[in-house]
């Protein structure tokens, strides 16, 4: 949603009453919809600093047409957001997330999966830890022989709030350890949450006076522990449970149960329905038996959490992506709603696909009011599957319909389903566009020249000159995990844009220096003031330096996620051998091709992507242009203990005896090296097990270091 009738550009007082109106009405909707996403969902999606400025040119309004101040004024309602600032805390160890399943066999393939691993029998014994999966926040608490010293929210898992200040304040968090043994450095993580009990309290009194209701225990548990005064945090009764831990000294026991144990021991709650469990059927028999209790708990849960109980195994196991494969979130069932689809829109993407958004009468999910849904694509609306089969017994989606959604966690909600009998004798089958509503370019679905079918995607053909594709790679490059610029939300990226203001990356770099050369300077327009102003140049600034991964990331290169550019930041180290392998990469019969493609995990969709990427012209010149104004931080070899083999690149070939390809690779890159799948110049070290053919004769034939499995271990330990 935004303001964006011609009005908003002009000053107050330049406006007649009518516009006026008009303007205070859909600002007014605006910002009740912002405080909704702040209040009900804990999910702004605009900066402090850009609510501030609705609310400002909204107050400016009712200053100059005093009319408009009714008592359905928001103005004349309680509870105006505070701007709340915390300093931010890194953390030593990153905060990840968990895999998700929700069926039975998902348990069963996620046993079988670190089995396979490990290289282990069926039936060697393998032993879990089952636990509540806490709906609330997860929190990071850090003692120092013994003391709390700080406390920070997950944040973007690198990086969290301090919230040192309000986490004293929870009753269930000591402010030193109990017992002994306790190690000099501990650090322990866990989740902060509501009792419904306490919740329904807090609601009562947010509405005796006259504040916006908290749609759940999850948001208020956040709304209450990301306050700026602890005074109000310690008027909410917060909850914690320990489940985990970050940094550690001396680690005080060697399984996870045993973890859990001596948090115990330090003074922290851990959920009393941890179990130990060592079969699938186990794991499978405490979940039903804790989604059976759920409703009794007195708080939320939303799911069952699987952990490998030996601590050995977590290690050898590692992590994929951003989390660990030796843990499982074995999610509750998503709950549904039924309700009208009011409308679709569509929505264009980064990547220019056409995207179908149901707009639908708002009702309430688990708690959560939700007005939005996903429709996927086009044969989704039409009863068609992703491999041509009929879904829905291939009843099509019309405007009109009433829908079954359904929404589990953090998922976005989806249309599942139509009530066929209650569809209206008028509603007529949804005619897809075949033009971007942005641009008016034609939006065709591609061929795939491997398997000769339809892309699902609609995309425009637009490209570059789409303002809608446009605005979204921005607002991917402002984004929180891409340059994290604050006070660059999506309406200010919406608002530069129209102005011409930002158009390309490079743009954001140069703002200031523009501005201040301007005749119609932003601190002097409404909604913004020096201080705001001030404020956004010095966050931009702040992003002149940039890491690579981020760099990389921010792109919007198809395909290129955050995994896949943190992957291509650690293999190449600085931009410009990224940037010289993926043009030397064009050529698919080249060292460079050979070598994107074996990187661990850039399969070939990907590689192709990016080398697209680089090839097109207009990309370069945004390049060079953005590199003049900003430095890309070389990667530095990860930040493992000393590792002989950090920076250097393996080739695993032949049969490993002792672990398997994917363990051998996953310890490799853990100690800071890089995998090939071929060997090269480039390579350091051939590790051969028997049966080892061409890539031993490549190896000698280079003098490349060649040893055993037997000689890898003896280099890097067994750790
Ligand atoms: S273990 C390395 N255990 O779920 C992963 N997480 O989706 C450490 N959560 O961010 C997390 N209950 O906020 C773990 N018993 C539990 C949990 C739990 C809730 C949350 C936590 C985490 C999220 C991951």
Redesign the pocket.
């Known amino acids: 949603m935004s303001a964006k009738n011609a009005s908003s550009l002009k000053s107050v007082d330049e406006l007649t009453l009518p516009e006026a109106r008009a303007e205070h009405e859909t600002l007014g909707r605006e910002i009740a919809e912002h405080d909704r996403r702040y209040y009900e969902e804990d999910a702004p999606t605009v900066s402090d600093a850009e609510y501030d400025a609705l609310r400002k040119r909204y107050e400016a309004l009712e200053g100059l047409f005093p009319e408009l101040k009714t008592s359905e004024s928001l103005t004349q309602k309680v509870g105006a957001r505070a701007s709340e600032k915390f300093a931010k805390i890194r953390h030593r160890v990153p ?4 895999a998700n399943g929700f069926a039975d066999e998902e348990v069963e393939e996620f046993v079988e999966r670190i089995r396979r691993f490990l290289q282990w029998k069926a039936d060697a014994p393998l032993v879990f830890t089952a ?4 709906d609330g ?2 929190l990071s608490i850090r003692y120092e022989k013994g003391r709390l010293v700080t406390a920070a929210t ?1 944040g973007d898992g690198a990086e969290g709030e301090d919230v040192t200040n309000n986490a004293r304040t929870v009753g269930d968090i000591p402010h030193v350890l109990e017992g002994s043994n306790i190690p000099d450095v501990f650090e322990v ?1 866990g ?1 902060v949450y509501l009792s419904h009990k306490d919740f329904a309290a807090i609601n009562e009194r947010q509405e005796a006076a006259g504040k916006p209701l908290f749609a759940n225990p999850r948001n208020a548990a956040a709304g209450s522990l990301r306050q700026l005064d602890p005074k109000i945090t310690a008027s909410r009764p917060l909850c914690f449970f320990a ?2 831990w970050g940094e550690v000294s001396a680690m005080p026991a060697d399984t996870q149960y045993g973890m859990m144990e001596v948090l115990r021991s330090f003074g922290f709650k851990v ?1 009393p329905l941890t179990r130990r469990c060592s079969s699938v059927a186990e794991m499978l028999e405490h979940y039903h038996a804790i989604e059976t209790d759920r409703a009794n708990l007195g708080y939320d849960i939303d799911g069952v ?1 699987y ?1 490998v109980d030996d601590l050995s195994l977590q290690q050898r196991l590692g992590f994929v992506s951003r ?2 494969r030796w ?1 499982l ?1 074995h999610k509750f069932p998503a709950q549904k709603a039924v309700t009208v689809l009011e409308d679709i829109e569509i929505n264009v993407g980064r990547t220019g696909s056409l995207n179908p958004i149901a707009r639908l009468r708002p009702v309430t999910v688990g708690g959560v009011v939700v007005s939005n849904a996903t429709l996927h694509n086009e044969d989704y609306i039409k009863g068609i599957g992703g491999n041509g089969e009929k879904i829905r017994g291939g009843v099509d989606i019309r405007i009109g319909d009433t829908v079954i959604i359904n929404r589990a966690g953090d998922v976005i909600p989806k249309v599942l389903d139509v009530v066929l009998e209650k569809r209206p004798a008028d509603a007529k089958p949804y005619e897809f566009p075949t033009h971007c509503p942005a641009c008016g370019s034609h939006a065709v679905r591609e061929v795939n020249p491997r398997t000769g079918k339809e892309d699902a995607v609609r995309r425009c053909t637009g490209g570059l000159i789409c303002p809608a594709q446009a605005r979204e790679r921005l607002k991917h490059f402002v984004s929180r995990n891409a340059f994290d610029i604050e006070g660059m939300g999506e309406q200010r990226i919406d608002e530069f844009y129209e102005e011409g203001l930002v158009q390309r990356p490079q743009d954001i770099f140069t703002l200031a220096e523009r501005n201040a050369r301007s005749l119609k300077r932003l601190e002097n327009r409404e909604g913004w003031g020096e201080t705001s102003v001030r404020n956004l140049f010095a966050a931009i600034e702040a992003r002149r330096s940039v890491s690579l991964n981020r760099f990389t990331f921010a792109l919007g290169i198809p395909h290129v996620g955050e995994t896949s550019a943190r992957l291509l930041a650690r293999h190449f180290g600085t931009f410009e051998a990224l940037r010289e392998a993926a043009k030397a990469a064009a050529d698919p019969e080249s060292e460079a091709h050979a070598e994107l493609t074996a990187i661990g995990g850039i399969g070939p969709v990907v590689a192709e992507a990016i080398v697209e990427f680089f090839k097109e012209e207009h990309n370069e010149e945004m390049l060079d242009a953005l590199l003049a104004q900003v430095n890309v931080e070389p990667m530095e070899a990860p930040a493992t203990v000393y590792s002989p083999v950090a920076g250097k690149t393996v080739v695993f070939t032949g049969s490993l005896e002792q672990m398997t390809r994917e363990e051998a690779k996953a310890m490799a890159e853990r100690l800071g090296a890089k995998v090939a799948g071929s060997v090269s110049k480039k390579t350091d070290i051939v590790v051969a097990g028997p049966g080892a053919g061409s890539k031993l004769a490549k190896a000698a034939e280079l003098g490349v270091q060649v040893m055993d499995e037997d000689g890898w271990f003896a280099l890097v330990g067994r750790g």
């Open positions: 905060m990840l997330s968990l636990e509540p999966k806490i926040l997860s997950r993580r989740e489940y985990a959920n959490v952990k989390s660990p843990a979130a």
